[in-house]
């Protein structure tokens, strides 16, 4: 293992990086958009309330390949060119943010109605009642749910590898390839994987016990 990582370092450290990346970015987009979405599902408007949650279920409901082959392949060939990376960080958003919007219509319907009256009868507008009183207190209540979700976004991000995104596993596929020692490579891109997963796994840890105390 230790002669792979010396022959093929610099390679599996622009992969580990573009994996880095690509969870990155769909994290902050799958939770702006799973956010709103989650918000949308719980509106007085029902045609509004129809719309996210057809939204939700179309992309909860497709394989996340599917809508990553989609982008790099159907999307380039009809609309504008995309390369793979660009694809797979739109999948993963999509996909997320469809599993984060549930986690967070759930979170905000468990906080009691009481709540939300409390909130209106001291004159704050409904938006103002989600945000500053109804939010604070869901947030709490789906940060265990969210973990899950970012850590399965990481992993997902392997699918990067099926449309040249350049991924820790785009290069451990090259590598097996080359050197037909697979046990070792892949057991060398799990490694990586873990660099990634377990920090996220104790940072969040770290946030539930925090909100606990708070």
Do not use: W
């Not at 990553?68 to 060119?81: G, K, L, S």
């Not at 704050?124 to 009642?129: E, G, S, V």
């Amino acid at each position: 293992m230790s002669a792979l990582l010396n022959q093929y370092g610099p390679q599996l450290v622009e992969g580990f990086l573009h994996t880095l990346l690509a969870s990155c970015i769909a994290l902050i987009g799958s939770c702006l958009l799973g956010g709103l979405m989650g918000v949308l599902q719980v509106s007085p408007s029902g045609l509004t309330r129809r719309l996210a949650t057809c939204y939700v279920e179309f992309f909860r409901n497709i394989p996340l390949l599917v809508i990553v082959m989609f982008f790099y392949i159907v999307i380039p060939m009809y609309v504008f060119p995309i390369d793979g990376f660009a694809a797979g960080v739109i999948g993963l958003t999509l996909y997320t943010s469809s599993f984060i919007a549930d986690n967070v219509r759930a979170g905000i319907q468990s906080i009691s109605v009481g709540q939300h009256e409390a909130g209106l009868s001291q004159g704050f507008t409904r938006q103002q009642t989600m945000r500053y009183i109804i939010l604070p207190q869901a947030v709490r209540i789906i940060i265990p749910a969210l973990g899950n979700q970012f850590i399965n976004l990481v992993k997902n991000s392997s699918t990067l590898a099926m449309v040249a995104g350049l991924d820790l596993m785009y290069y451990g596929d090259l590598i097996s390839q080359e050197t037909f020692n697979t046990f070792e490579t892949y057991i060398l891109i799990g490694l990586f994987y873990l660099c990634i997963t377990v920090p996220l796994t104790f940072l969040m840890k770290h946030l539930e016990r925090r909100l606990a105390l708070s």
